[in-house]
């Protein structure tokens, strides 16, 4: 039995509301509203893949995971970057950070780290990796990452076709 995910019941936004309806009941706003979501989300996947070019494709962008930020061990499944970040944050002592940027408070050192990884989990496809995350943790007690990346790809369909 498949949990109902976060938010499967209203739409994302405007595109995700109007696929599958007929485009002739599409108002000019809607169209408008639609160009603009697809042209901002190419342009940060674009940005995305210049970044990655850049870093030698170390850290790999899928377009089956909607250009989810990646890195693939040497068992080729992918490791995400949201993830990469939340182990680092788990691994990194607070305190010492928090000597060599004495201005910052406890918080917003978290709050950087929050930033950084939520930052990692844009995709094109307007999947919330939180949700697919959760998803698979109701559904499994163990997390693998083969099973996250099918159920992101599947997502990402259930999105399109809403």
């Known amino acids: 039995m498949r949990k109902e995910l976060k938010g499967d019941s209203a739409p994302r936004n405007i595109a995700e ?22 042209s901002e ?3 940060v996947a674009n940005r995305m893949k210049i970044i990655t070019d850049e870093l030698g494709d ?18 080729t499944l992918p490791v995400p970057l ?34 950084i990884r939520r930052v990692c989990q844009i995709n094109t496809l307007g999947v919330d990796i939180d949700d697919v995350e959760e998803q698979l943790r109701w559904e499994e007690e163990d997390l693998f990452p083969g099973q996250f990346a099918q159920a992101v790809k599947s997502e990402g369909q259930h999105v399109l076709n809403q």
């Open 17 to 38: 509301d109007r696929i599958g309806t007929s485009e002739s009941s599409w108002s000019l706003h809607d169209r408008q509203a639609v160009v603009s979501q697809v």
């Open 41 to 43: 989300r190419l342009a």
């Open 58 to 75: 170390l850290v790999q962008l899928s377009d089956e995971l909607g250009y989810l930020p990646a890195m693939y061990g040497n068992d």
């Open 82 to 115: 949201y993830y990469f970040i939340e182990v680092v944050d788990e691994m990194i002592d607070h305190e010492i950070l928090e000597q060599e940027l004495p201005s910052l408070t406890y918080s917003q050192i978290g709050a950087a780290f929050q930033f």
